[in-house]
């Protein structure tokens, strides 16, 4: 829990700070610039959280390999495709392949 909350009071500090900032290109390109951690650190705190603060009872072997693979497994997986969604040319890249396949399925039906 300590690491969890200095990240908690890091962040807290840091969107304060940003808040404060008199120009909003400078308040849009720092939260952009914090956003894919925090997004990272979300996903594994909050997968870890369900882990380990579930109650006993109410948790089947095949609900716990499951939030215990996306703790171990999905979560580092994700992590490089967030972290390079800052970068325009994958975000282009992301857009033309989604597009792509949503025309395909329309085209189907």
Do not use: D
């Amino acid at each position: 829990m300590f690491p969890f909350s200095l990240i908690l009071v890091s962040y807290s500090r840091i969107i304060i700070t940003i808040l404060k900032m008199p120009s909003a290109t400078g308040r849009q390109k720092a939260f952009s610039t914090c956003s894919s951690h925090l997004i990272v650190v979300s996903l594994f705190y909050g997968t870890a959280s369900l882990t380990y603060l579930r109650p006993k009872s109410n948790q089947s072997p095949e609900s716990k390999k499951l939030v215990s693979l996306s703790y171990t497994v999905i979560t580092p997986m994700l992590n490089p495709i967030i972290y390079s969604l800052r970068n325009n040319e994958v975000k282009g890249a992301v857009k033309r392949t989604i597009t792509r396949k949503v025309w395909q399925k329309l085209n189907i039906f």
